[in-house]
């Protein structure tokens, strides 16, 4: 395959986990799959929102601290430090400043959203709600 044949076929995978009713991989190959996925479209892309929908703070910050890592950030904040909410949360990350907040939530879905920032219009969109399990145990 040629780069421009991944990107696309990365595309295509990322927009069949996008969307209202969340997806999970149906098997480890497809996760695994997904996560390279994912890899290929964040390395591409100049910045990236994490948005992250979690059952309380915790979960959210160890989950988020999973996916930062995975794409090769270094994780800017100590889960122990952070805030204790024991209600669903929303987590914003943003990579271009490295900063994030913490919201209440009050949405049913549980999950990950991922918004690549780019000049190239393949690169660019949001995707997910991905597993919270997919980079690590949440």
């Given at each position: 395959m040629n780069a421009t044949s991944d990107l696309t076929h990365a595309r295509k995978l990322l927009d069949s986990f996008s969307g209202v009713i969340p997806k999970v991989p149906a098997s480890e190959t497809e996760a695994e799959e997904l996560r390279q996925a994912i890899r290929l479209?964040?390395?591409?892309?100049?910045?990236?929102?994490?948005?992250?929908?979690?059952?309380?703070?915790?979960?959210?910050?160890?989950?988020?601290?999973?996916?930062?890592?995975?794409?090769?950030?270094?994780?800017?904040?100590?889960?122990?430090?952070?805030?204790?909410?024991?209600?669903?949360?929303?987590?914003?990350?943003?990579t271009a400043k490295m900063s994030h907040y913490l919201d209440a939530y009050e949405g049913n879905y549980r999950g990950v959203l991922i918004a690549c920032q780019s000049e190239e219009e393949e690169i660019n969109g949001t995707y997910g709600h991905f597993p919270l399990n997919l980079f690590g145990s949440p």
């Amino acid at each position: 395959m040629n780069a421009t044949s991944d990107l696309t076929h990365a595309r295509k995978l990322l927009d069949s986990f996008s969307g209202v009713i969340p997806k999970v991989p149906a098997s480890e190959t497809e996760a695994e799959e997904l996560r390279q996925a994912i890899r290929l479209m964040t390395g591409r892309s100049e910045s990236e929102n994490l948005g992250v929908c979690a059952d309380n703070s915790s979960q959210g910050y160890r989950v988020l601290a999973h996916y930062l890592e995975a794409l090769g950030y270094s994780v800017p904040f100590a889960i122990a430090e952070i805030e204790s909410v024991d209600t669903p949360v929303y987590i914003k990350f943003n990579t271009a400043k490295m900063s994030h907040y913490l919201d209440a939530y009050e949405g049913n879905y549980r999950g990950v959203l991922i918004a690549c920032q780019s000049e190239e219009e393949e690169i660019n969109g949001t995707y997910g709600h991905f597993p919270l399990n997919l980079f690590g145990s949440p």
